[in-house]
């Protein structure tokens, strides 16, 4: 193994140069969607739903009191 | 207010039920709250409104599952409300701000590249361009795409909730479709 330092340092400089060209490519990265349907199924796949939904919906239904009937009790 | 992004799996679809919750709501919620959201996100254009729909929503769902027919689907039935809900809030809105749409045949004379990939740059960017996107098209065909987005739903399905044949619907997507990748290509 060479342990010359400027051998290292060079071989430094050459995988920072590789990790930095790695990272634009990366950046620069185009997504292509072959339809309509593609684009918005990943957009929606991306959107989260915010967590305070949840906490303002179990208070709402707390609040109110409501309790839910399935539907197939108003027949018995 | 600005958008936020979800880097977690796109497979991730269904959330943990909420606590807090009757179990079965609870369920409903965990499967049903990000298409809910979606809808309502991209039909309002904020995520706050967005937010306050989908809890109008689900809240009336809650009140009124015993009125819910076994024989319908529940995303269907979610969905009507959610489009009614909105609807009646943008007819709100629209009273006290004027607000002109453009209509289909400015779209339907426009020679688009119908048939080519929608490229996008950096995915952080795609939910804006898709907003802007939806926004400069007719409200029929902005229903119509999100709708069909949802592999859940059948084009008869859509043609329930918009009240329409499932033939209109075959129709009005194919020029729909072309409208969205003519706009879409102008956010680049």
Not at chain 1, 50 to 60: K, N
Not at chain 2, 56 to 77: H, Q, S, Y
Not at chain 2, 95 to 108: K, L, V, W
Request: hydrophobic share 40%.
């Amino acid at each position: 193994m060479n342990s010359d330092p400027r051998f290292r340092h060079d071989l430094r400089e050459q995988h920072e140069e590789h990790t930095t060209a790695e990272h634009h490519q990366q950046a620069a990265v185009t997504r292509e969607y072959a339809s309509v349907e593609e684009v918005l199924c990943d957009d929606r796949n991306q959107v989260p739903v915010p967590p305070t939904l949840a906490e303002r919906l179990a208070a709402s239904v707390s609040a109110q009191g409501l309790k839910p009937t399935p539907w197939w009790r108003r027949w018995l | 207010m600005a958008e936020t992004r979800d880097s977690s799996s796109p497979e991730a679809l269904s959330l943990d039920p909420p606590v807090g919750l009757p179990a079965d709501f609870a369920a409903l919620y965990a499967a049903h709250s990000r298409p809910v959201y979606y809808l309502a996100l991209r039909l309002l254009g904020d995520p706050q409104q967005a937010e306050d729909a989908a809890h109008d929503v689900f809240l009336k769902a809650f009140g009124k599952i015993a009125e819910f027919r076994g024989d319908a689907d529940v995303r269907t039935w979610l969905y009507r409300i959610t489009l009614n809900h909105c609807s009646n809030l943008r007819q709100r809105w629209s009273a006290r701000n004027i607000h002109t749409a453009p209509d289909e045949e400015t779209f339907d004379h426009l020679a688009g590249p119908a048939e080519s990939p929608l490229r996008v740059l950096e995915t952080k960017e795609l939910g804006e361009r898709i907003q802007t996107t939806l926004e400069a098209l007719p409200e029929e065909y902005r229903l119509l795409l999100l709708l069909v987005a949802d592999e859940q739903l059948s084009y008869e399905q859509i043609g329930q909730l918009t009240q329409q044949s499932s033939d209109a619907v075959r129709g009005k997507l194919h020029r729909a479709r072309r409208a969205f990748a003519t706009a879409f290509a102008k956010t680049a």
